[in-house]
Antibody, heavy 120, light 112 residues
Framework: EVQVLESGGALVQPGGSLRLSCSVS????????MSWVRQAPGKGLEWVSA????????YYADSVKGRFTISRDNSENTLWLQMNSLRVEDTAIYYC?????????????WGQGTTVTVSS | SYELTQPPSVSVSPGQTARITCSGD??????VSWYQKRPGQSPTLVIY???ERPSGVPERFSGSNSGNTATLIISGTQAVDEADYYC???????????????FGGGTKLTVL
């Protein structure tokens, strides 16, 4: 069964750091690009970052560029999102999603999400 | 940056056809995906590459994309289809480098 499972969400103070993990199973991880998408309370979906499957090319939304870093280990079937200098507006449910083809062509497998709360 | 515009809400009677639009500059020149999002659940891909359905998605879901507007069409809408729907494309405002992925603001579909 194809699965993605996020973890690492927590309550953190503004300016703090957090690392989210996404563990996958049931498919050849290195074949697929992966994205992180978030949904703030009462708001819509917002794409955060993506990474290609084999080359490791990375892409970021302007709202997180310079603060967040996406990475992956294809041997461990794991994706990460390192979040630094967190702001209150980063509060959201963060989803890990598999890109069906290349980045931007549709995300066909989603995790259940992990909650990040940035508050003092 | 690139923006995708959706109506905040659409209402439809059971059994009728629902159409949800997504507008963006020259949107017809790229692929559009659509997602269904129910409260408390993860998003689900219902259309990719403008009009392709993933396996398991009912045939009543279809899509089109031309000019500046993409449309998600739900034929014979059922109560179970009540959810938020999001279009997604990529940021085509930059020419030289990949600009990233963009979601529309979402449309709440109400089945009355």
């Amino acid at each position: 069964e194809v699965q993605v499972l996020e973890s690492g969400g927590a309550l953190v103070q503004p300016g703090g750091s957090l690392r989210l993990s996404c563990s996958v199973s049931g498919f050849t991880f290195s074949f697929y690009a992966m994205s992180w998408v978030r949904q703030a309370p009462g708001k819509g979906l917002e794409w955060v970052s993506a990474i290609s499957g084999s080359t490791g090319d990375t892409y970021y939304a302007d709202s997180v560029k310079g603060r967040f870093t996406i990475s992956r280990d294809n041997s461990e079937n794991t994706l990460w999102l390192q979040m630094n200098s967190l702001r209150v507006e980063d509060t959201a449910i963060y989803y890990c999603a598999r890109e069906k083809a290349a980045v931007g062509y549709g995300m066909d497998v989603w995790g259940q999400g992990t909650t990040v709360t940035v508050s003092s | 940056s690139y923006e995708l515009t959706q109506p905040p809400s659409v209402s439809v009677s059971p059994g009728q056809t629902a159409r949800i639009t997504c507008s963006g500059d020259e949107l017809g020149d790229q692929y559009v995906s659509w997602y269904q999002k129910r409260p408390g659940q993860s998003p689900t891909l219902v259309i990719y590459q403008n009009n392709e359905r993933p396996s398991g998605v009912p045939e009543r879901f279809s899509g089109s994309n031309s000019g500046n507007t993409a449309t998600l069409i739900i034929s014979g809408t059922q109560a179970v289809d009540e959810a938020d729907y999001y279009c997604q494309a990529w940021d085509s405002s930059t020419v030289v480098v990949f600009g990233g992925v963009v979601f529309g603001g979402g449309t709440k579909l109400t089945v009355l």
